[in-house]
């Protein structure tokens, strides 16, 4: 496709196809549906602004993830973002495949897990979220936090050992 224009159908085709793998990363990211929402309409208005650059790209599903995932980051360290508004009971733990003899000792560990992660600091909460949930590198939380590599790496590192140590007794 190179040097062709992008028509509005082939953009239709290409882009909007890809918008739930979009949503649920700017979703995991974000945890409110609606950001999310608003961010993919962004990045549709993003890609079609540069439509006559896109007839160059080589992975249009990979260009468009890490486009999320830079605007999310965008939102996150803008004043309007609530990035703190995350709710740990939010997150689904829950094993589909498992049986209901375990099922119960399961929403125990979770419950325990959920009580763990209330209990640690802020900062430790935000960057175990941006890492572990959100899918973030360290260097995208060094950005959002403003922590430096060694603090994000540090708080890191005591959250998961806080989880890990508690999750022994």
């Not at 882009?15 to 649920?24: D, E, I, M, N, V």
């Not at 125990?108 to 992660?117: D, M, Y």
Request: with cysteine; net charge negative.
């Amino acid at each position: 496709m190179n040097g062709a224009e992008m028509t509005a159908e082939s953009f239709k085709e290409s882009y909007f196809s890809l918008h739930p793998k979009l949503y649920k990363v700017a979703y995991t990211i974000l945890k409110n549906p609606e950001d999310a929402e608003d961010l993919i309409q962004d990045v549709y208005c993003k890609l079609w602004d540069d439509r006559e650059k896109l007839v160059d790209i080589q992975n249009p599903e990979a260009w468009c993830v890490m486009l999320v995932k830079h605007l999310c980051m965008d939102f996150l360290r803008s004043p309007k973002a609530a990035y703190n508004s995350y709710n740990i009971d939010d997150y689904d733990f829950a094993d589909s495949s498992a049986n209901a003899d375990s099922n119960l000792e399961n929403r125990e560990t979770i419950g325990k897990i959920k009580s763990i992660l209330r209990s640690l600091p802020e900062k430790q909460q935000r960057i175990l979220h941006l890492r572990g949930f959100a899918d973030c590198s360290p260097e995208e939380i060094e950005t959002v936090t403003g922590e430096s590599a060694a603090n994000v790496r540090v708080l890191l590192s005591r959250a998961r050992n806080t989880l890990r140590m508690k999750l022994k007794y």
